[in-house]
T-cell receptor, first 116, second 114 residues
């Protein structure tokens, strides 16, 4: 059973455009929703994260939109640049007692290509 | 260290051999995770260590896979009698608390079973 479903599998965007990647989750106990960025040959790196008490979080050109009732969240990359070309993963987890982080459940990833 | 260190970065082994993959987490991080990433696939959870608690082994795909974490720091993932389907990138991550920024991943060990 796939607990976090991510779409699209691949995405091509022109430089300056908006990239949008969507994720849906099933477990209502999830309370932490990060996005990771992965370049070839490297491990994923945390990009931005959100908790369900807010509907949107923005950091620079990256924005997470969160819809708790629909159990969906999305990543928007504004003014997309060729350097943003990478694979993006959404994820979800349940924060354990004491603030430690439980294991993340990842989506299958979206390969983003930004054309100059 | 400054980041999560994994070794070796690449490993080619013959089918049926045992392999050991090593992970040095960020100093002070209490949680350590192993994930497997197959070509074009997402990250598959394998095992999770949190402090002195018993590890969560629920993601290990078979009894050929095992992991240990010594002294709350370095971890070793062992795959016995390797099969071709074990070929993947094995990623290790560590974390302290969610509010501190979540997971930090290493660059992984690319395992190829021939």
């Amino acid at each position: 059973q796939q607990q976090v479903k991510q779409s699209p599998q691949s995405l091509i965007v022109q430089k300056g455009g908006i990239s949008i990647i969507n994720c849906a989750y099933e477990n209502t106990a999830f309370d932490y929703f990060p996005w990771y960025q992965q370049f070839p040959g490297k491990g994923p790196a945390l990009l931005i994260a959100i908790r369900p008490d807010v509907s949107e979080k923005k950091e620079g050109r990256f924005t997470i939109s969160f819809n708790k009732s629909a159990k969906q969240f999305s990543l928007h990359i504004m003014d997309s640049q060729p350097g943003d070309s990478a694979t993006y993963f959404c994820a979800a987890s349940i924060e354990n007692y004491g603030g430690s982080q439980g294991n993340l459940i990842f989506g299958k990833g979206t390969k983003l290509s930004v054309k100059p | 260290g400054a980041g999560v260190s994994q070794s070796p970065s690449n490993k080619v082994t013959e089918k049926g051999k045992d392999v050991e993959l090593r992970c040095d987490p960020i100093s002070g991080h209490t949680a350590l995770y192993w994930y497997r990433q197959s070509l074009g696939q997402g990250l598959e959870f394998l095992i999770y260590f949190q402090g002195n608690s018993a590890p969560d082994k629920s993601g290990l795909p078979s009894d050929r896979f095992s992991a240990e974490r010594t002294g709350g720091s370095v971890s070793t993932l062992t795959i016995q009698r390797t099969q071709q389907e074990d070929s993947a990138v094995y990623l290790c991550a560590s974390s302290l608390r969610v509010v501190d920024g979540g997971y930090t991943f290493g660059s992984g060990t690319r395992l190829t079973v021939v």
